[in-house]
């Protein structure tokens, strides 16, 4: 079944403690990304990668770190998390079709990881 | 930077009524993309489009990217209680990759 997994899927911990989001996915795609989801704001791009070892920031990457050491892996690092950084999160992969802007994002959205930071 | 909204935040429909909603940036669009999420659940795809002035129907749904690739509208016709959740629209504008998400339709449906 083609999928995108993450775990956890919640999580609770305390200011500063170092935590890892993992999400794979199954589907070769070469496009990842992180979102945060939080009332009000919709969703916003952490970090995305379009392959192996290409990472880029989105527009809230303050705080946060990812990987892309294989296609189907993605995880995401919170060095020292803080409150702000509770919120729902999500990552998404998508078979990138095209060359340059203007290609297609057709993002398969993994089931989302909650986390609290206390 | 880029800025996409969206309009309205939220919507209440009678049953069988039609709505529309809309997504603009403040820059030109290379591409926009609509989801749905469910109430608890996580964003899926609906659709994609990428051509100025393109039209794609999805049976009871209709989307459109404006001419200027600056705006898109969703259009729902006579609305189900499966239509319930929240309508996303999300353009790639600045950066080749980088996608900028609105804040999101909330669709409430009335029997």
């Known amino acids: 079944e083609a999928q995108v997994t993450q775990n956890p899927r919640y999580l609770i911990t305390v200011t500063g403690k170092k935590l890892t989001v993992t999400c794979s996915q199954n589907?070769?795609?070469?496009?990842m990304s992180w979102y945060r989801q939080d009332p009000g704001l919709g969703l916003r791009q952490i970090y995305y990668?379009?392959?192996?070892?290409?990472?880029d920031k989105g527009d809230v990457p303050e705080g946060y770190k990812v990987s892309r050491k294989e296609k189907r892996n993605f995880p995401l690092i919170l060095e020292s998390p803080s409150p702000n950084q509770t919120s729902l999160y999500f990552c998404?992969?998508?078979?990138?079709?095209?060359?340059?802007?203007?290609?297609?994002?057709?993002?398969?959205f993994g089931p989302g990881t909650r986390l609290t930071v206390t | 930077g880029q800025q996409v909204m969206q309009i309205p935040q939220y919507q209440h429909v009678q049953e069988g009524e039609d709505f529309t909603t809309y997504c603009n940036s403040s820059?030109?669009?290379?591409?926009i993309q609509w989801y749905k999420q469910r109430p608890g659940g996580h964003p899926v795809f609906l659709i994609q489009?990428?051509?100025?002035?393109e039209v794609k129907k999805q049976k009871r749904l209709t989307f459109q990217f404006g001419e200027a690739k600056k705006n898109s509208s969703l259009h729902i016709t006579a609305t189900q209680t499966t239509d319930v959740g929240t309508y996303f629209c999300?353009?790639?504008?600045?950066?080749?990759?980088?996608?900028?998400f609105g804040a999101g339709t909330q669709v409430v449906v009335t029997p």
């Open positions: 998404a992969s998508s078979r990138y079709l095209g060359q340059g802007r203007g290609g297609s994002y057709e993002q398969y």
């Open positions: 589907m070769n795609h070469e496009y």
């Open positions: 990668s379009m392959n192996v070892e290409v990472t």
């Open positions: 820059t030109t669009l290379s591409n």
């Open positions: 489009l990428v051509k100025s002035g």
């Open positions: 999300a353009g790639e504008g600045g950066s080749w990759g980088k996608l900028q």
